[in-house]
């Protein structure tokens, strides 16, 4: 698959490194592990979870986080969604 968007182009190739790791970690590919759709969606769940506490980790340290050599900034009086 092609796309001319570097960033979608970098998400990729994460996603691809990641799931090396996963077949090198695990044995098997994702397509080919045994997990009923439960134990998929409780997986999915405690990584939601996870990053929910890597952003507030984020946003108590300083509110200017960088993120691939460019920096966010964190309006911690936001309360909407996005």
């Given at each position: 698959?092609?796309?001319?968007d570097?960033?979608?182009?970098?998400?990729?190739?994460k996603?691809?490194?990641?799931?090396?790791?996963?077949?090198?970690?695990?044995?098997?590919t994702?397509?080919?592990?045994?997990?009923?759709k439960?134990?998929?969606?409780?997986?999915?769940?405690?990584?939601?979870l996870?990053m929910?506490?890597?952003?507030?980790?984020?946003i108590?340290?300083?509110?200017?986080?960088?993120?691939e050599?460019?920096?966010?900034?964190i309006?911690?009086?936001?309360?909407?969604?996005?």
């Amino acid at each position: 698959m092609k796309t001319p968007d570097k960033l979608v182009k970098k998400v990729m190739n994460k996603m691809a490194l990641r799931a090396n790791q996963g077949m090198i970690k695990f044995g098997n590919t994702m397509e080919d592990a045994k997990k009923t759709k439960k134990e998929w969606l409780i997986e999915a769940q405690q990584e939601c979870l996870d990053m929910a506490v890597y952003l507030e980790k984020c946003i108590e340290d300083e509110s200017t986080v960088s993120w691939e050599g460019e920096d966010v900034i964190i309006n911690e009086s936001y309360g909407g969604t996005i």
